[in-house]
């Protein structure tokens, strides 16, 4: 299994519009869960590459953000089911929007039982149940399958540690750091520059748009 599909971001890692407010500091919310991550790649050459990482998730709301590279993903869900996507630029002071829509016309299928368990729950994937044990103080349990093993945080709903192996012999160890993620600045955000997807043709002379487009038609994460 590829990093890609290790931390889901086999969002295609995948983006009805989202709105501004979708960045407000919200309210105290007893469902909110906070973790930071270290993902670990190994190649069959013994290189190695590693990214920190952390994930927020709140009702209909969830949040990556790439420290090394500066980047936050935003994702909501709405009332029909829609996913709709806002990617944040913190070293430009930029967000770009995407529209339901949009995602579909990039080709970026957002499925959200992923995005919110940061991987595909194992109880559904077809692993085989393990132990029991904890970690960091809460009950979890190991899965296994042959390329891959998975220690989920059963009341949390999220992976602890995942091991797995390509079918070429990469190997990916990512662990959970933390259960807290650094603070987002989100009031902060509320003056960044806000862009639409849609606009990014009109714009082709925009320094943004002309660095980022050609990532954003790929929108690979």
Do not use: C
Request: overall charge positive; cysteine-free; charged content about 25%.
């Amino acid at each position: 299994m590829t990093m890609r599909a290790a931390i889901t971001i086999s969002v295609a890692v995948a983006l009805a519009t989202l709105p501004v407010r979708a960045l407000d500091a919200p309210g105290p919310d007893a469902g909110l869960v906070q973790a930071s991550y270290e993902t670990r790649i190994t190649s069959k050459q013994g290189k190695v590459r590693t990214q920190r990482w952390s994930f927020t998730r709140r009702a209909n709301v969830v949040e990556y953000r790439w420290h090394d590279r500066g980047i936050s993903e935003h994702w909501r869900r709405d009332a029909r089911q829609n996913v709709s996507h806002e990617r944040v630029h913190h070293r430009e002071a930029t967000r770009v929007r995407y529209t339901a829509g949009e995602l579909a016309a990039l080709g970026v299928a957002a499925q959200w039982s992923k995005l919110e368990h940061v991987i595909v729950p194992p109880s559904e994937s077809g692993m085989t149940k393990g132990a029991a044990t904890t970690r960091r103080g809460h009950p979890a349990r190991r899965y296994t399958s042959p390329r891959l093993e998975v220690t989920w945080l059963e009341d949390l709903a999220l992976p602890a540690e995942v091991l797995s192996t390509s079918a070429s012999g990469e190997r990916t160890h990512m662990r959970l750091l933390a259960l807290t993620s650094p603070a987002t600045e989100l009031a902060e955000q509320q003056h960044y520059r806000q862009l639409d997807f849609a606009d990014f043709g009109d714009m082709e002379y925009d320094p943004f748009v002309s660095k980022h487009s050609a990532h954003s038609q790929g929108h690979q994460h």
